[in-house]
Structure formats: C-alpha cells, structure tokens
C-alpha cells in the first residue's frame, strides 16, 4: 500500500524568508510526486511535478521540489515567500501500476507573516 | 479553456433527502474521480472511473454511488444523505495509463447535511 505523510501540519513563516514543506512517501513500487496549493474557497492547482529524469523539479510562483529516493522524500522549498503564498499545500503520489489513482497527504497549512 | 466544473458549489440539505453533485470535463479525460477533504485528512478517494461504464470504489465508498454514462460527466449521488457526510467535495480528471498525468481538480463542493 502507498502512503503519504507531511509532517508540519501548520508553518507559520515570515514574509521574504525561505521555507521548506516536507514529504514523505511510502511505496514498494516507483511512484509519480506531485505538489498541489489550495488557496482559499478554490480547488487544488498543480504547483509541480515530479515524474523522471532531474531530480530537481520547478515550478510555479517560485517553487521549487528534489526528489530523493533513497530517504522517498519530496520536499518542497521557496527562497524567498509572499504573502499571496499563504495557502494549503499538498502532497500526493501517483503509482504507475495502478492507472492515476493518487494519494494525498494531510496537507500543511502555510502562513506567511508580513 | 481546460476545466472541471463541479456543481453546485455550495449545498444544504436534510437527512435522507437524495441530492446529486454534477461534474464535467472539457479535456477529453479518461479517469475521473470524486474525493472528500475533511480537516487533518486530507483528500480521500471516494469512488474513480477509468472510463465509459467503468467504475470502481476508493478508499471511502460507503453511502454514496457513481456514474458514467459519457466521457465527460461524472456525477456523484448520495441516495440518503447522513451528516457524517458533511464535507468539501472535489471531482477530478486525467489522462490513463501509467500515472503519469496530473490530476485537474474542480472547485470543490461544499456540503452540509442537517
């Protein structure tokens, strides 16, 4: 079975410094990572993916994800947050032998200080 | 423009009283699924359709029933509604095959059920 654990269920942050989310994944099989953001009263939007080849993802408004298969983290980081980045992050995988089914982690709730 | 609509966004019903939640895609996908978010859960996978006439139970099945009679829609029923059914909605869709498309989520439902 696959599972998915982020392990800060709140980040409270100043604006202008860095933050990193962290993943974990467990899986007997290869898996596709994924990083959705939900922003208030929205549905969930691709933030990045992570599905072979550089093991350094980026993606959208700044983000960015490694994948590390070793320790089957896949942690995501921004240099620098605004407060338009205050949302709920999630992180979910995809195993390639079971068609898309995905599975979600619990979400963290990132909040962004001014 | 690409998109899943959920409808209706929001809804208040009684117990026992049948209601039905409608989704439809615009990309052509064939997998479609329903999850509910619940707070510290996260997204749970309620029922999924790898196409026309194909469906299947997720992880939290119970009390609620699918459809799929065309490509595009893909409506979620809850026959008798009960409160522990309360919850945020969200219908999504893919590509098939070997994982490796990210899902498009709709903007969700929110349901409350007295």
């Known amino acids: 079975a696959q599972s998915v654990t982020q392990l800060d269920s709140q980040v409270p942050v100043f604006e202008e410094a860095p933050v990193e989310l962290r993943c974990n994944y467990s899986?007997?099989?290869?898996?596709?990572l994924f990083w959705y953001v939900q922003y208030p009263n929205q549905g969930l939007q691709l933030l990045l993916k992570?599905?072979?080849?550089?093991?350094l993802v980026k993606g959208i408004n700044g983000f960015e994800a490694e994948f590390n298969k070793s320790q089957t983290s896949f942690h995501l980081r921004k240099p620098s947050v605004h407060i338009s980045d205050t949302a709920e992050y999630f992180c979910?995988?995809?195993?390639?032998?079971?068609?898309?089914?995905?599975?979600f982690g619990t979400g963290t709730s990132l909040t962004v200080i001014p | 423009e690409a998109q899943v609509t959920q409808n209706p966004r929001y809804l208040i019903t009684v117990t026992g009283k049948k209601l039905t939640v409608t989704c439809s895609q615009n990309?052509?996908?064939?997998?479609m699924s329903w999850y509910r978010q619940d707070p510290g859960l996260g997204l749970r996978q309620i029922y999924y359709?790898?196409?026309?006439?194909?469906?299947d139970k997720g992880d939290v099945p119970e009390g609620y029933k699918v459809s799929r009679k065309e490509k595009r829609n893909f409506p979620l029923i809850l026959e008798s509604p009960s409160p522990n059914q309360t919850s945020l909605y969200f219908c999504?869709?893919?590509?098939?095959?070997?994982?490796?498309?990210?899902?498009?989520f709709g903007q969700g439902t929110r349901l409350t059920v007295v």
């Open positions: 999504a869709s893919s590509w098939p095959g070997q994982g490796a498309s990210e899902a498009f």
């Open positions: 899986s007997s099989v290869s898996v596709y």
């Open positions: 992570y599905l072979s080849g550089s093991t």
């Open positions: 979910a995988v995809s195993v390639w032998n079971t068609g898309n089914q995905f599975y």
């Open positions: 990309m052509n996908h064939e997998y």
């Open positions: 359709s790898m196409n026309v006439e194909v469906t």
